[in-house]
């Protein structure tokens, strides 16, 4: 099986930042996309941030120019760094994970999702 295990997140105040990391273990084969989505109280979860293994990265417009996702493949490790955060920010930040497990017959790709972390900020 696979965890993803986050971490990094906390209170700040408005303007300031935060580092998430998410880190993926278990039977994996390789990893394709890895991601964070966040969920605010009363709200459906949203994408924050992608980025696929071919490279690349997507972002939410709302956090264009302020968040940069990262990966660093040989820890299967993914990473949020979040600046200028805003009180509208706040919200459970969830690591994403399609994954490819290596199983006794072969192989097979499997979503997964971290258990997440709470980040506020505020004004």
């Known amino acids: 099986q696979v965890q993803l295990v986050e971490s990094g997140g906390g209170l700040v105040q408005a303007g300031g930042s935060l580092r998430l990391s998410c880190a993926a273990s278990?039977?994996?084969?390789?990893?394709?996309?890895m991601g964070w989505y966040r969920q605010a109280p009363g709200k459906q979860r949203e994408l924050v941030a992608y980025?696929?293994?071919?490279?690349?990265?997507n972002y939410a417009d709302s956090v264009k120019g302020r968040f940069t996702i990262s990966r660093d493949n040989a820890k299967n490790t993914v990473y949020l760094e979040m600046n200028n955060l805003k009180p509208e920010d706040t919200a459970v930040y969830y690591c994403?994970?399609?994954?490819?497990?290596?199983?006794?017959?072969?192989?097979?790709?499997?979503?997964?999702w971290g258990q997440g972390t709470q980040v506020t900020v505020s004004s």
């Open positions: 994403n994970a399609l994954i490819r497990l290596q199983i006794p017959i072969g192989t097979k790709i499997q979503d997964y």
């Open positions: 278990g039977s994996i084969f390789s990893i394709n996309g």
């Open positions: 980025t696929p293994s071919g490279g690349g990265t």
